[in-house]
């Protein structure tokens, strides 16, 4: 069932293109905003406003054919999307007194009268735990694996890896199995998920919600989306037609008073505006041509890694290519498309202002953080010319 909530906003995607507001005042703030650099970035206003990016609160996901609404929506948004919770396969369900809900890759759950979100404990459930282990011998300097002796299993390598970068223990529980090889690949079963790894590809979240789901018997099969309920991708990543300045993405993005960003490739600049008015800018390296340019157009942030490797396999170039690369603690990453365009930290140069990247937005640190601080998921990127 579908309870309570609708989506005001879809009215929002669809305006965006339509409406236009004159801004007389465009050439002094802009050049109130770009002039003076020191080479640090500037906080232009104090940032605040209300969560980042469209306040919707029912989405639909023609996908599976399931709705996700209200807290669920917020928490699955905010801590992980599709990413690392995967996709909905059913509606809230009542269930012992709590609500629940089925995705790919886990159970969401409340009280029925309210309360904070929870995530089931599937690999339990399951049956997936097994007997406890010594730790491994050595420290963990030198072992490269943690050990949790709350359930007597460690996690090494990319398994850790992910851990670390999607929320710890308190998001996806404690190791309640060492690594396994299951179905051709490696896995580890944690409470609340089962992370798996392949030669040449980055660790994931496995089909444990689904899983689950098959074994309690719960309908999965599709429903009439509710009325007024936007597509998820819409709602939540908003597209809009490109724009060829920062004149045209305050026409469009100033009137809505919300948090967005603006990219612009000539000028080697990101401004974070507040609506209409600019909080803070600093330069940036943009893709450089013989490594890839970075995609112009109308974005939004859908996925955020606190600190993380980058390795260019993934997106298959081999390490031995000259365009290979394997860089380390890349902090502050917050991901604007789905094949891996990033504006994050680059500790590797200092030539802020020039093109230098495969296609992501470098940024130094102070301006990293600045906008790991402000932005979250949702908030729109625009780049362009």
């Given at each position: 069932m579908v309870r309570g909530g609708t989506a005001g906003s879809s009215a929002f995607v669809a305006s965006i293109s339509r409406r236009r507001v004159a801004m007389a005042a465009l050439g002094a703030m802009l050049g109130a905003s770009v002039g003076g650099l020191t080479g640090q970035g500037r906080v232009l206003a104090g940032p605040g406003g209300a969560?980042?990016?469209?306040?919707?609160?029912?989405?639909?996901?023609?996908?599976?054919?399931?709705?996700?609404?209200?807290?669920?929506?917020?928490?699955?948004?905010?801590?992980?999307?599709?990413?690392?919770?995967?996709?909905?396969?059913?509606?809230?369900?009542?269930?012992?007194?709590?609500?629940?809900?089925?995705?790919?890759?886990?159970?969401?759950?409340?009280?029925?009268?309210?309360?904070?979100?929870?995530?089931?404990?599937?690999?339990?459930?399951?049956?997936?735990?097994?007997?406890?282990?010594?730790?491994?011998?050595?420290?963990e300097g030198a072992t490269g694996r943690r050990y949790y002796p709350e359930t007597g299993h460690?996690?090494?390598?990319?398994?850790?890896?992910?851990?670390?970068?999607?929320?710890?223990?308190?998001?996806?529980?404690?190791?309640?199995?060492?690594?396994?090889?299951?179905?051709?690949?490696?896995?580890?079963?944690?409470?609340?998920?089962?992370?798996?790894?392949?030669?040449?590809?980055?660790?994931?979240?496995?089909?444990?919600?689904?899983?689950?789901?098959?074994r309690a018997g719960v309908p999965v099969d599709p429903v009439a989306r509710a009325e007024q309920a936007p597509d998820w991708q819409e709602a939540l990543f908003p597209r809009a037609p490109r724009v060829a300045s920062t004149e045209a993405a305050l026409e469009a993005y100033g009137p809505w008073g919300m948090k967005w960003i603006d990219i612009s490739i000539s000028r080697q600049l990101i401004t974070a505006y507040e609506g209409d008015r600019a909080v803070f800018s600093d330069l940036v390296s943009t893709g450089r041509a013989d490594k890839g340019l970075t995609p112009t157009g109308i974005f939004a942030i859908q996925r955020r890694v606190y600190n993380e490797t980058m390795d260019s396999r993934t997106i298959g170039i081999p390490l031995s290519s000259p365009r290979g690369y394997l860089l380390t603690n890349v902090l502050y990453t917050q991901y604007f498309t789905g094949a891996g365009h990033a504006i994050h930290y680059a500790w590797w140069h200092n030539n802020f202002g020039q093109p230098m990247s495969y296609g992501c937005v470098n940024l130094r640190l102070t301006t990293a953080r600045w906008f790991w601080e402000w932005a979250g998921i949702g908030t729109p990127v625009i780049v362009h010319p």
């Open positions: 969560l980042a990016g469209p306040n919707v609160s029912l989405v639909y996901f023609p996908e599976t054919g399931h709705h996700l609404q209200q807290d669920f929506l917020q928490f699955w948004r905010t801590m992980g999307g599709a990413n690392l919770f995967g996709l909905p396969l059913t509606e809230e369900l009542e269930w012992g007194g709590r609500i629940v809900q089925y995705f790919e890759h886990c159970r969401f759950e409340r009280l029925a009268d309210g309360g904070p979100v929870e995530l089931g404990l599937l690999s339990d459930e399951l049956g997936k735990a097994q007997p406890r282990v010594p730790p491994p011998a050595g420290d460690s996690v090494g390598a990319g398994f850790l890896q992910f851990l670390d970068q999607h929320g710890g223990v308190p998001l996806l529980g404690y190791p309640v199995t060492e690594e396994l090889w299951e179905n051709d690949r490696t896995v580890q079963y944690f409470q609340r998920f089962r992370l798996e790894w392949e030669p040449d590809r980055p660790v994931t979240a496995g089909q444990l919600g689904a899983e689950a789901a098959a």
